[in-house]
């Protein structure tokens, strides 16, 4: 490969040569092509000369400035290519030079010939180089790669991704329709009709389901042994285990509405299991005045005892019940409360209180 490159490196060496005869002047092509676009241009414009070294070119509503000892003007192309822009032309122009005359060296045919000027010279074959007793020039160490190594091998693009080998991958494959065999979709966005029918089954006839009538929670005969609600306690309602029936409440619910016991036959109670009293919304005692919102439900709550006063608890807190852990033990004494040590540390306090 290096023998190629180097034999490539010649030609090419003799062919710029020969490219610098086909110029016309003194000037590379290129350099020539963007000067005469700026001729063109240049031959249009408006100029004002100080009698100097300074020029005002007017181009439509721009003015630009054209020093000739720096060979610098306003618009910057002509320092940044180093071939006078359009501004220039124009000034030089008007002064009766030449604009080829001020373009940069590094353009000239000169400059070109004196980066050409130094050759490849040819060698002899590998084979007739002589032997040196120089030590042979060998690759460097392998240097371990910080972090873990990888366990697999990078694989060549040809090589399948898969740790398989007996299946091939369907990289490249087309898509074919297993209905009308077309290439580009498949059976699941298949729209073609298929060519049978599927046979129908015959319709059943349409059947109504049976409309169901609404189940009333059983009666419950009136009581003269008790006339309370079934809320006089609330503990008593959930474990009641009595064998005569519960008179039933007046009800205000906003559920559902108590059943009415006027007309209605008693609940049968024999050969089943006797239900519960329970039921939605807020159930009222007509003798004592008690609420009671969704009685028997988990969501049992008294929201009046009848005086109109809600339930409070009257426990009070932070009392000492006088119990004492027996067996324990701390720091050799025994464990106390922690009511206990507060009533201590007052006692300590107004001791020291006392005291002074």
């Known amino acids: ?191 073609s009709v298929p060519s049978q029918q599927p046979t129908q089954q015959p319709a059943r006839p349409f059947q109504q389901p049976p409309v169901r009538q609404p189940s009333q929670p059983p009666l419950r005969q009136p009581s003269t042994r008790n006339a309370s609600s079934l809320c006089a306690d609330t503990s008593k309602v959930k474990g009641r285990k009595k064998k005569e029936p519960i008179a039933s409440a007046t009800s205000s619910s906003v559920g559902m509405p108590p059943p009415s016991s006027v007309g209605m036959p008693p609940a049968p109670s024999v050969g089943r299991k006797r239900t519960r009293d329970v039921g939605f919304g807020v159930y009222t005692d007509i003798q004592t005045g008690r609420q009671v919102i969704n009685p028997g439900r988990s969501s049992e709550r008294v929201i009046s005892s009848g005086t109109g006063i809600a339930f409070k608890d009257a426990s009070q807190t932070n009392v000492d019940l006088g119990f004492k852990p027996p067996g324990l033990k701390w720091k050799g004494k025994d464990a106390m409360t922690r009511n206990q040590l507060q009533q201590l540390s007052k006692k300590k306090v107004q001791s020291k209180s006392k005291g002074k």
């Open 1 to 191: 490969m290096l023998e190629d490159i180097r034999h490539k490196m010649m030609d090419r060496h003799g062919d710029m040569i020969k490219f610098i005869d086909t110029w016309i002047g003194d000037i590379s092509p290129m350099a020539r092509l963007i000067l005469e676009e700026n001729k063109e241009i240049g031959r249009t414009l408006r100029v004002n000369w100080n009698h100097d070294i300074g020029f005002e070119i007017q181009e439509g509503e721009y003015r630009h400035i054209i020093d000739m000892t720096r060979k610098t003007c306003s618009c910057r192309l002509w320092q940044l290519r180093g071939i006078p822009c359009q501004h220039a032309v124009c000034a030089l122009y008007h002064i009766g030079q030449e604009p080829e005359d001020y373009v940069e060296h590094w353009y000239k045919k000169d400059t070109f010939l004196r980066a050409y000027k130094y050759f490849l010279q040819p060698i002899s074959n590998m084979i007739m180089w002589p032997d040196t007793n120089n030590p042979p020039v060998e690759p460097p160490e392998v240097k371990p790669m910080p972090g873990r190594p990888g366990r697999c091998r990078r694989k060549d693009k040809d090589e399948p991704r898969k740790k398989k080998w007996g299946k091939a991958s369907k990289n490249g494959v087309k898509m074919s329709c297993s209905k009308c065999h077309q290439v580009g979709h498949n059976k699941r966005t298949c729209k």
